[in-house]
């Protein structure tokens, strides 16, 4: 008999509870011995059949010899971090989908295991029920990872969706994931990118092997994407995604690696996935481009990418080393100013003439490639520009407002 | 030093070891031992600068107590099966591509690898470069596997989407194939579906735990489908695929597994894999649908799954117990007459009155959808029934028959 602890019994900690229960005997079949959920933290009360196992001290989980692997499901930094170190050092394996956690922590995290020999896994933390953490491992071990990238927000996937296929405005987008509950009441974290860079933070550390720390991720959002951005990327056959990417740059582990709004082609294997899937590209020097898709959020998807983990280590023997990452306090993160894009450019020329700003555009940007778009307003003006040095184009901006010409919007566009 | 030793220096056998060779530093850290190819067993000579590894003779392999692990690179079932006897006999793992040979014998191989305490896997023998063998295996191993569905055979899909996106008639197509190398020049095993048969049976092996032999699985290939097929699937708003797939019937561990083209929507997941690429899609009771894409040949992609596997297996102590199933004499295939299905269903009507034909198809199918294409003969007519007992299709042709009413060519329509 296999015991384990589940610390929170929200969303994810209930679905855990639920596909242990449901999947029992095909669990029992894989493991090769019953896993049974003996104990579950949680500070407020629940009216479950199985009531009996809830408990508000986590000590009776801790001094529990019997439960070898804690099932780490609250959420947030604290008390998720202090409550995982203590059960690594209790020689308790810990399993989170916690992916705050694993961005911020992951290195010491992974290292106190190694020290306890037991593990710490979190193929839930990114991607929901898509295996993709251990994939990544240990089926692309034999390739050298050149760059991953990803939709890995299913919230923003899913607003960027409605205003792609139904031009449903941003805002209105927003408030149909918050009613359907694919939003939180307070979506900066979806919509600002944040929980994408967490988790591009997890997979750039898991492929390069050196922990990236979120806050030294450029970071954008959605919020500054219009159906005018939509209607312009259709017109050059694109959709509008939100990206976390990583980039391999140099053999000494330094990386791009940021979170923005991109322009897809349709013929992307990334561009076909809609409301809120999640969808991760691996292109790796031998295999080539390998995409995994399904779905990155929800109860029992996440739950079953976590019970997938317990029954990976109710089976290892020891720590699995490789599946780690080292943090030694540098920063790998290469600033993104310094490398090339091709980007969308809309322009308002509303204080000028636009004969002379068509002029001032080639003057600063060379031959570029106009779109349009319907109800164009007079004024404005859309174009494609081609490998430009991101620190030039910020540059140019700045020429540009200066003789009344003004920057609306801009858009990478990426070639996955 | 983990020494190996490759059988057959044809595509995948040079890949493997130009993948060895060129990542060498990478797997070395990830392994935490060096990979090293001592021996390479092929009967042609070839002029390459480690022409001094070669050997003609297996007893030079098999009596060599240095080397751990065999690559199985042959193809085909003789010699390859009795060569991968031998190794697993002298407590020598084997890792392989050769997806005949363990969709024929891999019960028997993997008993006889745990019987001696070692491992044989095949990663690459599906979906060449995509992970899919370990990430169903272990990631989803939470999950009941509810379906699998697959598009399996790169050269098929070339073929199809040729005829899709550039209305080239089937033959043309399949030169075009040739020339590219993408094809043999026998290519029924590709055009005919029986490689993605073997494919479809060693997931289906996988997943459900049971041998399930190719010659149970009803097979069909694209030979039949014309760019009329395609036009009346696109004004259905889908395009034709070739499909392998495998579906749990009961819980005595009965599926219905076949291959046989399709028509999938184009919003589908698979609808959007094109040219020679493969994609899975594995559809799990708790965590939905979850599809890998990605090359399904070639020899670097296939390669980099065989040295992850051998990177694994350099990595694994004794015999993984769980990844195998069993060969209980039973044939868990069930008949898909007794099965329902959506069609697509194209009649001449050249030899009876058009009006008189209508409604003898009503008299057989009640109310059903018709399509159109252009160009559409007169007496040409097809249309869309939902639902069908695939035995009573195969009788109402009879009927429709005897009426002079012919049937041209029926297709299913999948949900994936």
Redesign the interface.
């Known amino acids: 008999m296999i015991n384990i602890a589940v610390l929170g019994h929200g969303v994810v900690g209930s679905g855990v509870v639920e ?2 229960e ?2 029992q005997e ?2 029992a079949k ?1 493991v ?1 011995d019953n896993v049974y959920v003996k104990r579950i933290l949680d500070l407020r009360d629940f009216d479950v059949p199985y009531a009996d196992k809830f408990t508000k001290d986590y000590a009776d989980i801790l001094n529990d010899p019997e439960i070898s692997i804690v099932v780490e499901v609250m959420g947030g930094i604290n008390p998720a971090y202090d409550f995982s170190k203590a059960a690594l050092r209790h020689q308790k394996s810990v399993v989170t989908s916690n992916k705050e956690l694993v961005a911020a922590k992951g290195a010491k995290l992974l290292r106190l295991a190694k020290e306890n020999n037991v593990n710490y896994y979190f ?1 839930a933390s990114v991607g929901g ?3 993709i953490i ?2 990544l491992h ?7 990872i050149d760059e991953i990238a990803g939709i890995l927000n299913g919230t923003s996937n899913f607003i960027l969706t409605k205003m792609i296929s139904e031009q449903m405005p941003f805002e209105d987008a927003l408030k149909m994931a918050q009613a359907l509950g694919y939003a939180e009441k307070n979506p900066t974290a979806d919509v600002d990118g944040h929980d994408a860079c967490r988790k591009i933070c997890i997979l750039a550390s898991l492929a390069y092997g050196k922990h990236i720390y979120p806050d030294s991720v450029p970071t954008q959002g959605i919020g500054e994407i219009t159906l005018e951005d939509v209607d312009y990327a259709e017109s050059n056959d694109c959709v509008i995604k939100l990206i976390g990417r990583v980039k391999k740059v140099d053999e000494q582990g330094h990386v791009l690696c940021m979170v923005s709004p991109a322009l897809l082609h349709k013929q992307s ?1 990334l561009a ?1 996935i809609s409301d809120v899937f999640n969808g991760i590209l691996v292109r ?12 990155g959020a ?1 109860k ?2 996440t ?6 983990d ?3 280590v109710a ?1 290892a ?1 020891g720590t699995t ?2 599946l780690t990452w080292e943090d030694d306090g540098v920063n790998y993160v290469v600033d993104y100013r310094n490398t090339r894009c091709d980007y969308y450019i809309r322009l308002s020329a509303c204080d000028t003439d636009k004969q002379q700003a068509v002029k001032e555009i080639q003057k600063q940007f060379g031959e570029v490639r106009y779109l349009s778009r319907p109800k164009q307003p007079e004024n404005e003006l859309a174009f494609v520009v081609n490998d430009m040095l991101e620190r030039d184009l910020l540059e140019k901006e700045q020429i540009l407002s200066a003789e009344n010409i003004y920057l609306v919007n801009k858009i990478r566009i990426l070639n996955y």
Do not use: H, M
Not at 284 to 295: I, Q
Not at 303 to 308: D, F, G, H
């Open positions: 596909v242990i449901t999947n095909y669990i894989n090769g193929e029920g898509i295996p251990r994939p240990s089926c692309l071990a034999a390739n050298q294997q076909g790796g020097n031998a295999t080539g481009d390998v995409v995994f898709y399904g779905r929800g029992l998807p739950a079953s990418a976590v019970v997938a317990v029954i990976d089976k023997k080393a490789a």
